[in-house]
């Protein structure tokens, strides 16, 4: 499976939703593939804002490596689950994704709150950072076990 995590400058939070569930893949040896990006191409080429790359590290993940990219169409063909942080990049991925692949397009809390359609607030100019690290920490949890459970399904 490939899943892409979506916010809006791909600095703050999906970059750490991208590594966080890069490493809980990694620990349970499942063949995903985890990308990030962001509906904005302000921060296009940058590393992951500091304090994103802080709190993964405190964490034991490495996100450092990451470079911020913009969303581009083709990725609605690339990935199976296209995951936004809020309302307003989920209404901007469904606003231009083509109807065949409006059903790969979600809210990554809904994964752990199904249907609510919660967001994972900015931390960039609030902080935050540790609240939307424990937010999607608890949203990849959520994500793995539903997908797991729904591929040991005859």
Excluded at 73 to 90: G, R
Excluded at 125 to 149: H, M, P, R, S, W
């Amino acid at each position: 499976m490939k899943i892409l995590m979506v916010c809006l400058g791909n600095i703050c939070r999906s970059p750490l939703a991208q590594g966080i569930l890069e490493s809980k893949i990694s620990q349970k040896n499942l063949n995903w593939e985890v990308d990030s990006s962001g509906t904005s191409a302000w921060h296009e080429g940058e590393q992951p804002d500091s304090r994103s790359i802080e709190i993964a590290r405190e964490n034991q993940i490495k996100i450092s490596h990451q470079r911020a990219r913009q969303f581009k169409l083709k990725d609605f063909e690339q990935f199976d689950l296209i995951l936004a942080m809020d309302t307003e990049n989920y209404n901007y991925l469904i606003q231009i994704a083509p109807n065949q692949y409006l059903q790969k397009v979600n809210m990554i809390m809904n994964f752990l709150y199904p249907g609510e359609n919660q967001v994972v607030p900015d931390p960039y100019y609030n902080g935050g950072f540790q609240f939307v690290y424990d937010l999607l920490d608890k949203a990849c949890d959520a994500l793995i076990a539903e997908y797991i459970t729904e591929t040991k399904v005859p």
